[in-house]
């Protein structure tokens, strides 16, 4: 899975994620059964093979889960990475490309956000057609993947969460405050505190830059470490990059991990963006 999060506060957004990626394995047990026959009521030793649900079969520490879209947006990306042998990083790309050719050029992130979500719903139904199904296989509300599309309505904060299912709907969060998306069972968890202690909830409308970087990492980095100490395979790992989206400078990045040795000795964290 991943852990994707944002922030709106007086100042800008601020956009987080992990870096792990899991490979998921579909296994088979075999067992030994006696059976009766039918014809002539003796027992038998069969083999029989019986399915176990999908499991993590291993994880890589450096998938780009949070990029910047036509220099003004920042996207984080949850859930499935690969769609019809394409990841959602290159399709993103793709796409970012593809609009600038045509020169389409978008103000708002509501508008962004929908062209993302049609895109990737056709892709999606590209690889369930490959696996000789479709679309209305999949259950009512399940999201095969989704994403977090961060920036601005003129001078309005907006997260928009992105669902790519059976459909691709949206839903906007507009109000100053956080948003998480992905594997949040921490988070959900940390906040359940804040209804039992009221005066521990966070200020959201009073953060500055700092803060807001700060506590998303805070929630990450918690679910990580919550992770790394239970005992299962974890789903939220590797490093934590971190981007601020302002109407004024649109996508920065505040950290971004450092990839292959050509960068070896030189610094990612800096505000320079694609």
Known sequence: MTLIVSLR?????????????TVVG????EAQIDVTCPDCNHQHEIKQNFPVPPMAATTFSYAQK???????????????GLLANISVYFTMRLLEEKLQKEKRYFEEVTAIAKIIGDTFHKLLQ?????????????QKKQAILGFQVVGYDDTQPKTVEVFVGRKAHNRVQS??????????????????????????????????????????EFLIRTTIDHQRFSQTIPTVGGDIDIALVTP???????????????????????????
């Open 9 to 21: 506060i007086p100042d800008g957004i601020v956009i987080a994620g992990d870096s792990l990626s």
């Open 26 to 29: 579909q296994g088979q047990l």
């Open 66 to 80: 949070v990029f910047p879209f036509c220099k003004k947006f920042g996207v984080g990306a949850f859930g499935t």
């Open 126 to 138: 590209e690889q369930l057609k490959q696996e000789n199904t479709s679309v209305d296989a999949l």
């Open 175 to 216: 109000e100053l405050g956080c948003t998480y998306s992905g594997s949040g069972e921490m988070v959900h968890a940390i906040w359940g505190l804040y209804n039992t202690d009221p005066q521990s909830q966070p200020p959201y409308p009073i953060f500055s830059l700092q803060d807001a970087i700060d506590y998303a």
């Open 248 to 274: 004024f400078d649109g996508f920065r990045w505040i950290r971004q991990k450092t990839l292959g040795k050509i960068l070896e000795g030189e610094s990612n964290e800096t505000d320079s963006s694609y």
